[in-house]
């Protein structure tokens, strides 16, 4: 094996009582009715972490009912800003006061490392803070200039009912994207977090109960996509669907919600390209980079799977990325240091490595890593960082999004095949471009098909910013105001004013 930074079994072993997350269904805590469960092992350890209520359409529809008969009663649809604000504020507090213990069962769930676990609980407070100062400033708008016996308004009304379904790569802090936003607007929820990390999204049911949040106005059911997440996505009760996800699941729930035409936002893969050109500060890109597609063990959709890179400084970066990945600490996820943890489960595994292996055999030049890593003392599954050089455009590995630590790196000899290269993707989710020229960054910026550019950085995200994808990265907004948005109706209100002012249409003069 190739010398690597790894982080062998820390002294912190998972507790031996496995959390019990349940459905959350009109203020109560529940186990399905058939007492089915999901078993979780963590991906590092392969010890039982939590069991889970497995839910079926029974479920969903009771849960669809409460939200609908919640949202109708007015008692959030209809409250005011301020009290809503106050309560969204609550919840921030909490998951300040409880955030030791939700990022350990992040951790534990989904194999990330533990320091990136805190910092994504705490951001996930932050969102709901945000949220709180959305839901006290939004507002409509009005026309004055309409005619002098003529006033129009625009009011804001929250969308109805929404359906949260969410991945298992960053189940908190992907909720609180959503759930913040769709309450601060006064819709009523029900929330499926993925079958493999259920347990956070529990933890934050329990939260928004002792934030004193009415019974019915979040809900949560857990279980698989198909059925929970697809009844979910056909019930007529339901208002709007609010995804993220892959790309094939993003595509069956806008098939499914055609029947009955309701909204769909959607947040969906990337194969996300930084493009760094001669002029580049080579030693910060290269640390982007390696920041870009081991964050999350790859298992990211903001990934920067893709480098492209101008042929003339091409070696420098490949070697200066390669020495950065031999000293990234990849192991226990319990451990501080580490940076990069386990894979999400063994088929995920061996999907990565078949991807790796496809392109070596397709012509890639495979430079470090491209098998599994052992991590001393542990049972699960991690995957050696990996870089591939000599990639073609029309290779899969160029095209597909892997999802685990795997760059691939092409290159270009001028701007514009830069620019054809970034763009020549089914995905238009984020890029990144690295030049000392504000003229080149800004022009690249311009023309990347993107719903984010980085200009000399990578993966810096605020609140205040909107995210989402063009082409089949989805279709909508989250964060700022863009994120409220989503889940907003507008409503004219056009109001005549002094009595007699319209003119009879029946037995007035003929139109002209
Ligand atoms: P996934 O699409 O397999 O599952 C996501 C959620 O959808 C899970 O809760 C799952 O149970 C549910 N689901 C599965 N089949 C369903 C169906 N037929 N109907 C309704 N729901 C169904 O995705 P994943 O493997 O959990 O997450 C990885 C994917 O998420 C990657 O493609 C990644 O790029 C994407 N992602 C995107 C963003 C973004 O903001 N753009 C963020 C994170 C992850």
Redesign the pocket.
Known sequence: MTKLTVISAAAATPEDRPFRARHLIGGTFRDSADGAVIERRSPAHGLLVSTAAEGGRAEVSEAVAVARAAFDAGDWSRRDGKARAALLLRVADLIERDLDRIARIETLESGKPISQARDEVAGAADLWRYAASLARTMHGESHNTLGPDILGVVLKEPVGVVSV??????PFL?VS?KLPFALAAGCTAVV?????TPSSTVMLGELLIEAGLPDGVVNIVLG???P???A??EDARVDMVT????????K??TA?ASGTLKKVSL????KNPQVVFPDADLDAAADAIAFGVYFNAG????SSSRVIVHEDVAEALIEKVVALSRAVPFGDPLDPATKVGAIISPEHQDQIDAHVQDAVAGGAWLRLGGAGLPVPGLSGQFYQPTILSEVRPEMAIARA?V?GPVLAVLRFSNFEEAVALANDASYG?SAGVWSESVHTCLDFARRAEAGTVWTNTWMDGFPEMP???MKE??QGR?LGRYGLEEFLEAKTVTMRIGRGSRAPWVQGSAPL
């Open positions: 379904i969410t991945p298992w790569n960053f992907i994207q499926k977090p993925s079958e493999l698989h996509g198909d929970v997440g697809m979910m996505t995804f993220t996800g892959s790309t094939g699941v993003g069956a729930i499914a947040e969906l893969g990337g298992e990211c959709c903001n999004e999802f989710l995210f989402g994808g990265s989805g989250e």
